[in-house]
């Protein structure tokens, strides 16, 4: 799957990252009697007033503007959970896991139902502390890195997203020099072909 | 670089090398305001890489470390990498040198990689944190490799902050709003 909005650097742009993170499930307490729905991405339903239901967070959204249903925000949205993550992302080095969209389904929350997030102005600050402190852990981390493995554990979407552009072109600049240090080619003067970055011998990275 | 018709590709075999021809070579000049028709072996002059790089693979130059690569850049690059402008010196300053350091002098494979790790650190933090206008004083210092660094970081951090931001999600069609306006 590649990004349709820039099309030789197949990169997401923010929009298409919260569209992906529209098929997040959510749960709902609608206000009407429906059958089940069925669609491609599964069947969903039926409605029952006030059951609670499973449904992707786009028919959440869209039966939400409609007035039929109420939103009930998940979990780890709690200003309990939140201040705790919070705490425990400012004193580790590790990121703390959240729910890979997390960014998003927060934002498509807030924006589309506000009413049924309680605190929501506490939930956002929160939020926005807890994308400050993880996003400088990204910088740090980015500062560290060179052609050696990388794993990071719990990084959420938009933030790889952020940096990826950015940490493609530097892993490959680190990558290159690296490689022509360890190997610095001796055939190119045998070889009559002046362009021979294809046959050169590849060499695994190794962690140094 | 893997692309045949890159154009960064194209312009870093442009720049000049100084060489010294190893054989005499009949039928061509170097230079106008010589009189004679033909290059003696010994002759230094400037030729573009890519033409260097042929003559080079049939033992009729060699290549000399040019301008960019020498010890005074070295020195400034040892003593602090970050703040070298390496876009006057040359604009293509890591491709060039991979490109050279086999012909001419391996350790310049040490240099680029030493100047990239502590120039890359400085990129980061700017990339991320400063406002546009501030960095254009520190955009005059980059190659081009490391602009395109610059500019793909700032580019995806400007349309993170875009979204974040919001706005209306949905646009207002510009006739919805003309028609309101007799009735008022």
């Keep these: 799957m590649a990004g349709q909005s820039d099309l030789n650097m197949s990169l997401f742009s923010p929009e298409e990252i919260e569209f992906m993170a529209e098929d997040e499930l959510v749960e709902i307490v609608p206000n009407l009697r429906m059958d089940s729905l069925n669609f491609i991405c599964g069947d969903y339903g039926p409605f029952h007033p006030q059951l609670a239901a499973q449904v992707p967070l786009w028919l959440a959204v869209a039966l939400k503007k409609r007035g039929k249903c109420t939103i009930r925000p998940p979990q780890w949205m ?59 852990k990204v910088e740090t981390n980015l500062e560290k890195f060179t052609a050696s493995t990388v794993t990071w ?17 530097a892993l490959q600049a680190f990558y290159k020099h690296d490689n022509e240090q360890q190997a610095p080619d001796t055939d190119r003067m045998l070889d009559k072909q002046p362009q021979i970055p294809a046959d050169r011998p590849k060499h695994n990275l190794k962690p140094r | ?63 000399r470390v040019p301008a960019c690569f020498n010890q005074k850049t070295r020195l400034e690059i040892q003593a602090d990498a970050a703040c070298v402008d390496l876009r006057s010196r040359c604009p293509y300053f890591y491709e060039f040198g991979c490109k050279l350091a086999p012909l001419c ?10 100047a990239f790790r502590i120039r890359y650190k400085e990129v980061l933090h700017k990339a991320h944190t400063t406002a546009f206008a501030a960095a254009s004083k520190f955009l005059m210092l980059l190659t081009k490799e490391e602009t395109y660094m610059y500019e793909a970081a700032q580019s995806s951090m400007a349309a993170f902050k875009k979204w ?20 008022e």
Aim: a negative charge; aromatic letters at 8%.
């Design chain 2, 105 to 114: 002098d391996k350790s310049i494979g040490l240099l680029l990689s030493y």
């Design chain 2, 164 to 183: 974040r931001m919001g706005g209306p999600r949905l646009q207002r069609a510009s006739i919805l709003g003309r028609k309101r306006k007799p009735a």
């Design chain 1, 78 to 136: 709690s200003t309990e959970s939140l201040a705790q993550v919070l705490e425990l992302e400012r004193d580790s080095h590790a990121f703390q896991p959240l729910p890979f969209h997390y960014l998003e389904i927060s934002r498509l929350l807030f924006d589309h139902a506000r009413e049924d997030i309680p605190d929501m102005y506490m939930v956002r600050s929160l939020i926005e502390d807890i994308r400050d402190v993880r996003f400088h």
């Design chain 1, 153 to 169: 554990k719990n990084m959420s979407a938009m933030e790889v997203n952020i940096i990826r552009a950015f940490a493609g072109r």
């Design chain 2, 1 to 63: 670089m893997a692309n045949y018709y890159d154009i960064d590709g194209i312009l870093v075999e442009e720049e000049f090398v100084p060489v010294v021809f190893q054989k005499a070579i009949n039928g061509v000049k170097i230079d106008e305001s010589t009189e004679k028709g033909y290059v003696e072996q010994g002759s230094k002059t400037e030729l573009p890489f890519w033409l260097a790089q042929e003559l080079h693979m049939r033992q009729a130059v060699s290549i």
